[in-house]
């Protein structure tokens, strides 16, 4: 089965600071996902990357993809206290998306 | 626009019990999916209806859960009778037809079962 798994679990960083997270999967992708949780709400989609891409961005979020390593990551800059949440990566195939299991992150201000 | 909307936010019922949950897509959108995350594990999918017929219904766990989606617009998933194990939340999410993945989710339904 394609499932992300990202890597760090856990990030607590300073307001202002970078914050980068890592996913890694196991099957080919039509293409692979990031996306936002806060607290009591629902998932929120931030970008999608296409296999055949490697980097996108996003206002503040980059994304890139490694095809050949099964692997993404994601680059908050500059991050802000509202980035504090759960984020997901999720790989897109067989019209379903395969999710791992998160990585939470605290921005302190 | 309305997002996708999900009924009840919480339920807590006894093992042996009944529940329904209900999601209503994005008015417009064909596709509609079932999610879970059970505590500690990572979101699971469970169907995918496109308007209303089931067009893939691999990751319901057992013939306990019984999803419908009846003229194409909102989705019930029934789970009869719940057992512990039932116990987490559940996701909706739409998409239109040709969206390419991205998909919109609710605020999910927070399943307790005693």
């Known amino acids: 089965s394609q499932q992300g798994e990202e890597d760090p679990q856990a990030l607590s960083i300073q307001e202002g600071e970078n914050a980068t997270m890592n996913c890694s999967y196991k099957?080919?992708?039509?293409?692979l996902q990031w996306y936002r949780q806060n607290s009591g709400r629902g998932l929120v989609h931030l970008i999608l990357?296409?296999?055949?891409?490697r980097e996108k961005h996003s206002g503040r979020l980059r994304v890139t993809l490694d095809t050949s390593k099964k692997s993404s990551s994601l680059l908050i800059t500059a991050s802000r206290a509202a980035d504090t949440a759960s984020y997901f990566c999720?790989?897109?195939?067989?019209?379903?998306?395969?999710f791992g299991k998160g990585n939470q992150v605290v921005v302190i201000p | 626009e309305a997002g996708v909307t999900q009924f009840p936010s919480h339920s807590v019922i006894e093992k042996g019990q009944t529940v329904t949950l209900r999601c209503d897509p994005i008015?417009?959108?064909?596709?509609l999916y079932w999610y879970r995350r059970v505590m500690g594990k990572e979101i699971k999918f469970l169907l995918h209806?496109?308007?209303?017929?089931?067009?893939?219904e691999s990751g319901m766990p057992n013939n306990r859960f019984l999803a419908e989606r009846t003229g194409g617009t909102y989705s019930t998933l029934k789970v009869q009778p719940a057992e512990l194990e039932d116990s987490g939340v559940y996701f909706c999410?739409?998409?239109?037809?040709?969206?390419?993945?991205?998909?919109?989710f609710g605020p999910g339904t927070r399943l307790t079962v005693l």
């Open positions: 099957t080919s992708i039509n293409n």
């Open positions: 209806f496109v308007k209303e017929s089931k067009q893939d």
């Open positions: 008015s417009g959108h064909d596709n």
């Open positions: 999410a739409s998409s239109q037809l040709l969206a390419g993945g991205e998909q919109f």
């Open positions: 999720a790989t897109y195939g067989n019209n379903r998306l395969a």
């Open positions: 990357i296409r296999s055949n891409e």
